[in-house]
């Protein structure tokens, strides 16, 4: 019992396993359930030297029947298949489940080092499938980590593999980790502890500030060694290579993982989320599709966290959940496994506000229609006409580095679970260092849709620094709630994918940065919030104010910061509108 408990435990903690233990509503399912069922566990070679714990759930049938396939680094060496419910209702109806442990986890042999060998270790188990006589047809699936050992091996697959179906992971490993050379640490720093196989010294998780002392140290790049106890190799190159143009992510298993999308041959649903912290590279795994493979594939987004909850709810969602991700898997592989049914083109786009799945052709499409919004200075206002842009206008404030502003809501966090995706904002001037303003009420419905960019004009006495800005929806009762946020730093000023550039302190530069893509309508008689500041933690590394990369700092400084907001400085919101 205590066994199953701690399993129980550790699923329910990490959400994005909830596809691999929840059960289906039997209902809904396409078939009854018609075959019994028998498990196999087994340490075997699949072909490469390395013996690898593989669990199978299997209908007991005389006939060759598909199998479904999931690899995977969390569960713990004394999980058991029998416990997890979801499996059992595929193979009740006919296809089997195969769920391999990844090298060096839940008793596979070999050391785990994250991601190095899913790409050999995943087409060896591919590969020994295909040679079974008793399968008849293979689909991939998974979530977060698991949807990567899916893309890593989708352009050489054997012929028997007819279908996938990943959710929430990106195929430019560097978009996941990086804006503009600040590093999502909620997300990877915090990864990188919990995850971990060396022998460290894990700290307690404060549920209200997790890992907040180590994301704040310096320089990060000890961190490991001085707080942890143990150097993490992959951590360390994660964290120092800051330019997209670094070598490290053009080589190796970033190189090959990126290259794979327009080599997809097989039908694919991809699973993004507009509050999940892969919504960029997940997305762009699929625009990157050859034609022939999009036009029988699918993209669904919905408005959830990389944990499936929807966010945010302060619109009173009643149709969010009428896509169901596990129901959606299970009828995709009957359909083409079972059934053998020809794959179909579907891009499905939750519209946030509207209450609505939207059925589109392709998502996110640029537009030329923009609402945009100018920044005065005196009186602190939004304009729509830069007309009323006055001469010589500016606003300054402080950024202090050891005070950053702390995220409330965001796109890319995850460990800060009480702060993730679309939460209520604090009231505005609530901070001396976040410059707010304010739209009047919208005399009519705007849906935002697609890229919120941003064009700013600043000067600063330090010689790098960030500016964020963050976009919320504003309701009658002066409650807001945070729709997109974009940062910059002056080292990747206009080019946050190019090599980092110098600044000289004083001098006024142009920044031109932009928000990942929504779909959201913002109602009639509600206004827009627009809140601009340098600091945004721990959804990214705190800027030191120090050029250089982030990691290597030792130390911070304060930056005295100039927005200008004039007729010759125009700097300005465009909210592209539907």
């Avoid at 050999?120 to 040679?131: F, I, T, V």
Wanted: net charge negative; hydrophobic share 35%.
């Amino acid at each position: 019992m205590k066994k199953l408990i701690s399993i129980l435990f550790f699923l329910l903690a990490y959400a994005p396993l909830r596809a691999q233990y929840s059960k289906l509503d039997e209902s809904l399912l396409p078939a009854p359930a018609t075959y019994s069922v028998h498990y196999v566990d087994t340490l075997m070679d699949f072909g490469n030297g390395i013996k690898m714990r593989t669990q199978m759930c299997l209908p007991q049938t005389d006939k060759p029947f598909p199998v479904v396939v999931v690899r995977i680094p969390y569960f713990p060496e004394n999980f058991k298949l029998e416990r997890m419910p979801s499996y059992r209702q595929y193979a009740e109806r006919g296809m089997g489940y195969v769920v391999q442990h990844c090298r060096g986890t839940g008793g596979s042999e070999g050391q785990y080092q994250p991601n190095i060998y899913e790409r050999e270790d995943g087409l060896a188990l591919a590969n020994w499938l295909n040679a079974q006589p008793w399968v008849s047809g293979i689909g991939l699936t998974g979530t977060s980590y698991m949807g990567l050992t899916c893309w890593i091996i989708a352009d050489v697959l054997p012929e028997k593999v007819k279908c996938i179906h990943l959710h929430h992971y990106g195929v430019d490993r560097h978009l996941s980790a990086y804006n503009s050379g600040l590093f999502r640490q909620d997300i990877l720093t915090a990864w990188s502890i919990d995850n971990a196989k060396e022998p460290i010294n894990k700290p307690k998780k404060d549920p209200e500030a997790p890992y907040y002392t180590e994301e704040r140290y310096m320089p990060q790049e000890t961190m490991d060694v001085d707080l942890l106890g143990h150097e993490l190799t992959w951590y360390r190159d994660w964290i120092t290579h800051t330019d997209y143009t670094d070598p490290y992510w053009h080589q190796g298993v970033w190189e090959t993982l990126r290259s794979i999308p327009p080599k997809i041959k097989v039908p694919i649903t991809v699973v993004a989320g507009h509050f999940d912290h892969h919504n960029e590279g997940t997305i762009l795994g699929y625009t990157l599709l050859p034609p022939e493979t999009k036009a029988k594939s699918r993209l669904i987004v919905g408005s959830w966290n990389h944990s499936f909850v929807t966010t945010p709810t302060v619109h009173n969602p009643q149709h969010d959940k009428e896509v169901n991700i596990d129901l959606d898997c299970f009828n995709y592989m009957y359909s083409l496994l079972v059934k053998g049914e020809e794959p179909k083109h579907e891009v499905l786009v939750y519209e946030i506000g509207e209450d609505r799945w939207q059925h589109l052709e392709d998502w996110p499409v640029d537009t030329e229609k923009n609402l945009t919004y100018y920044f005065q200075a005196h009186p602190q206002q939004l304009a729509q006409d830069a007309r009323q842009l006055k001469k010589n206008a500016v606003l300054e404030f402080t950024y202090n580095p050891d005070d950053p502003v702390i995220s409330v809501g965001g796109e890319t966090l995850f460990t800060s679970e009480k702060t993730r995706g679309s939460m209520q904002q604090p009231e505005m001037g609530y901070r001396d260092d976040v410059l707010s303003y304010l739209s009047e009420p919208l005399e009519n419905d705007v849906t935002i849709d697609g890229k919120i960019k941003a064009v700013m004009y600043m000067s600063t006495d330090v010689d790098d620094t960030s500016l964020t800005f963050k976009v919320s929806e504003v309701f009658p009762d002066g409650t807001a709630y945070n729709i997109r946020s974009g940062i910059t730093t002056l080292a990747y000023r206009n080019n946050r994918l190019g090599a980092r550039q110098t600044y000289m302190p004083g001098e006024i530069v142009e920044l031109n940065f932009e928000a990942l893509p929504i779909l959201w309508k913002v109602k009639k008689g509600n206004r827009i919030r627009i809140d601009i500041t340098s600091s945004n933690f721990p959804e990214y590394s705190i800027h030191s104010n120090y050029a250089g990369v982030w990691s290597k700092q030792t130390r911070n400084r304060v930056a005295h910061q100039k927005i200008y907001m004039d007729a010759s400085h125009p700097s300005r919101i465009m909210i592209p509108m539907k």
